[in-house]
Nanobody
Framework: VQLQACGGGLVQAGGSLRLSCAAS????????MGWFRQPPGKEREFVAA????????YYADSVKGRFTISRDNAKNTVYLQMSSLIPEDTAVYYC???????????????????WGQGTQVTVSS
């Protein structure tokens, strides 16, 4: 399994970015996909997730209403649309995957079995 995240960059506060994560080596529709981020000097934290079997979504409170996770099973890709960005969103963003039959914990890191390399998002004030 390989996950390739891209789409990060430098953006002003209030702006938008869309991250993409292309997956290979797996039956994508059978995998839950998550986005996590690691702000400078802090631990990695949950951002959003989407279930493989029904597309149900989960969000961290800090991004609800601003970020949207979506998936295109035909393209083996998960997206994170980020809007109304604030400096506190500055972090390295990682995508992750786990088989849908695994533990039904979507907001924690440990059930995810594969991780992408991360993409930097910097929001300037």
């Amino acid at each position: 399994v390989q996950l390739q995240a891209c789409g990060g960059g430098l953006v002003q506060a209030g702006g938008s970015l869309r991250l993409s994560c292309a997956a290979s080596g797996l039956t994508f529709s059978m995998y839950d996909m998550g986005w996590f981020r690691q702000p400078p000097g802090k631990e990695r934290e949950f951002v959003a997730a989407t279930r493989g079997n029904d597309g149900r979504t989960y969000y961290a409170d800090s991004v609800k209403g601003r970020f949207t996770i979506s998936r295109d099973n035909a393209k083996n890709t998960v997206y994170l649309q980020m809007s109304s960005l604030i400096p506190e969103d500055t972090a390295v963003y990682y995508c992750a995957s786990k088989h849908y039959s695994g533990p039904h914990y979507y907001t924690e890191m440990h059930p995810y079995t594969h991780w992408g390399q991360g993409t930097q998002v910097t929001v300037s004030s």
